[in-house]
């Protein structure tokens, strides 16, 4: 599986953006799709996941309102709208898929895309 993260960019604090993770080589079909976001001198953390069979859904508490995750069986792409930015939001944002029970873990995920950089300025 093959995974590409975009729609990153600079927005002012309140904005909004969509980032998208297109599949490649692979469908989701029973797979958990995450995504997460390092800021500079931080840890990789959970932002939200999607599970492709059944939907569910899954955020963390810091996004939780603000952010929403979705998926397009169609274009096997996975989605993450997110708005009421702040500029602690500010990081590389990563999608990521796995085969694993959990959904909030580094270590739930097999495959990664390569990241995309989100800027919120106040």
């Known amino acids: 599986v093959q995974l590409q993260a975009s729609g990153g960019g600079l927005v002012q604090a309140g904005g909004s953006l969509r980032l998208s993770c297109a599949a490649s080589?692979?469908?989701?079909?029973?797979?958990?799709v995450g995504w997460f976001r390092q800021a500079p001198g931080k840890e990789r953390e959970f932002v939200a996941a999607i599970r492709w069979s059944g939907g569910s859904t899954y955020y963390a508490d810091s996004v939780k309102g603000r952010f929403s995750i979705s998926r397009d069986n169609a274009r096997n792409t996975v989605y993450l709208h997110m708005n009421s930015l702040k500029p602690e939001d500010t990081a590389v944002y990563y999608c990521?898929?796995?085969?694993?029970?959990?959904?909030?873990?580094?270590?739930?995920?097999?495959?990664w895309g390569q990241g995309t950089l989100v800027t919120v300025s106040s």
């Open positions: 080589g692979h469908t989701f079909s029973d797979h958990a």
């Open positions: 990521a898929a796995g085969l694993s029970d959990t959904v909030i873990y580094l270590t739930d995920y097999n495959y």
